[in-house]
């Protein structure tokens, strides 16, 4: 599968952009928009402009006129800034005011109402519903039950239900098969997470080329999760009696590649890339973030350049960043010894060595000469490296050989180099279990 939305990518503008410059409410930063976009990622605008349209979300104004702006993007690519309300602008003599009369908010409710009921949308609900129907933690789902509330008005979820006796008021499922109306996406976020719920939406496919703009909005709003429901949902879900929707994620890894300058094994991150079933008991749900996610990209961002960092002392670079890292880990800023850090260093490069099949921050001959190298020079995080190479099963004992064969079963006969075993590096062992969880 290719990477069809690259988050880590650049943004970029549009050619003819609709507001040059904008003022950030909060601070009164002016913004060349031209020159700011490109230094923003792809994830970074996707979810600035569900914050924009969120309530008491960030705000932008035209620094022209002062009526508020939102990001968009333009069919063929790029994004941009325009006004929020067209009429508002035009009545300011706003230089940067686009022609038209119909505001953005109305345009995108009139497209909403337009394509609410099409068959894509009745048969995406249907599924969910049975989704739902086959896992006795979800209560009976109610279909298009009206909500509401003073000061809100009214909505109609098209799927909702309440999960599992949790404090989360309920789980409101809504069916998306258009690329519209995204102020009233922003605005029933908004509602739902008022009431204590948590809103999910669901596609019923993948874009093959280009994603549309709304997929991608949910998917950066979303941890880089975006639910998907086909019939093979249902099949599984009533198969097991436990509800599974099929989640596209990029989860952020690494990979070993060899250094042209030294010929050293190093380690770089992709965006892995996974479409699978996934049972709905096994996600973190978060009313306050409206999200529902059964990884957290935040702290999979930080492991894996974690990992990096340690690959890269391994090689005989700074331990600076590293030293910054595990302090940031542990919560304590206190210096570290510079062996203890070399020690961690090689502890995690040769856990990844093992797990990658490569020789990580050396030029040795195979990944077991980390391995050993961590016996011969760090005694102390030894003890580590057996007892995470076992709970990762990733160093079975009928692959083992040679020397490494013979200094593990020394290490289970309580035995190091014909001493006591040593005592494992304090505090060593929450942060592998963070890492290798």
Not at 2 to 24: C, G, H
Not at 312 to 328: H, M, N, P, R, T
Request: hydrophobic share 30%; net charge positive.
């Amino acid at each position: 599968m290719s990477i069809s939305f690259n988050p880590n990518a650049p943004a970029k503008s549009t050619d003819t952009l609709q507001v040059e410059m904008v003022r950030r409410v909060s601070n009164g930063e002016i913004i060349d928009v031209s020159a700011w976009l490109p230094t923003q990622t792809e994830e970074e605008i996707h979810f600035l402009r569900t914050k924009i349209r969120q309530e008491n979300g960030e705000r932008f104004s035209c620094f022209c006129c002062g009526h508020d702006v939102l990001l968009r993007k333009h069919e063929h690519g790029g994004h941009y800034f325009a006004h929020k309300e067209k009429n508002a602008a035009e009545k300011a003599k706003c230089l940067y005011q686009q022609k038209g009369i119909i505001s953005l908010e109305e345009r995108n409710r009139i497209r909403y109402h337009g394509q609410r009921e099409g068959s894509r949308h009745i048969k995406t609900k249907q599924l969910i519903k049975k989704i739902l129907c086959s896992d006795p933690g979800f209560s009976q789902p109610e279909i298009e039950k009206t909500w509401t509330t003073f000061a809100d008005g009214w909505r109609k979820p098209d799927v909702a239900s309440k999960w599992n006796g949790q404090p989360i008021q309920q789980i409101v499922f809504e069916a998306q098969v258009s690329n519209t109306y995204p102020q009233v996406v922003a605005e029933r976020t908004d509602f739902y997470r008022k009431q204590g719920a948590l809103l999910i939406w669901i596609y019923d496919r993948l874009t093959e080329k280009e994603w549309r703009t709304l997929h991608a909005d949910t998917f950066c709003s979303n941890g880089r999760h975006l639910f998907i429901v086909d019939e093979e949902c249902v099949t599984i879900s009533e198969a097991k009696g436990q509800a599974h929707f099929r989640i596209y994620s990029q989860r952020p890894e690494v990979v070993p590649f060899k250094r042209p300058t030294d010929n050293r094994w190093g380690l770089e991150i992709i965006q892995k890339e996974n479409f699978d079933l996934i049972p709905f008991s096994s996600l973190s749900l978060n009313v306050d973030s409206q999200t529902a996610n059964y990884f957290d990209i935040h702290d999979d961002q930080r492991i894996v350049k974690h990992k990096v960092l340690c690959a890269e002392v391994q090689s005989g670079c700074s331990y600076d960043a590293l030293e910054k890292s595990i302090q940031e880990f542990i919560k304590n800023n206190r210096p570290i010894d510079r062996k203890q850090i070399e020690g961690w260093a090689a502890l995690i490069c040769g856990i990844e060595s093992k797990r990658l099949g490569e020789p990580i921050g050396t030029k040795l001959a195979n990944a077991v000469g980390v391995l050993n190298l961590v016996y011969d020079h760090h005694p102390n995080f030894f003890p580590h490296l057996i007892h995470t190479l076992d709970r990762l099963k990733i160093d079975p004992p009928d692959q083992r050989c040679g020397a490494w064969k013979k200094r593990v079963n020394d290490f289970y006969r309580g035995v190091y180099k014909g001493d006591p075993l040593p005592q494992p590096h304090k505090k060593s062992s929450e942060l592998l279990t963070y890492l290798y969880s």
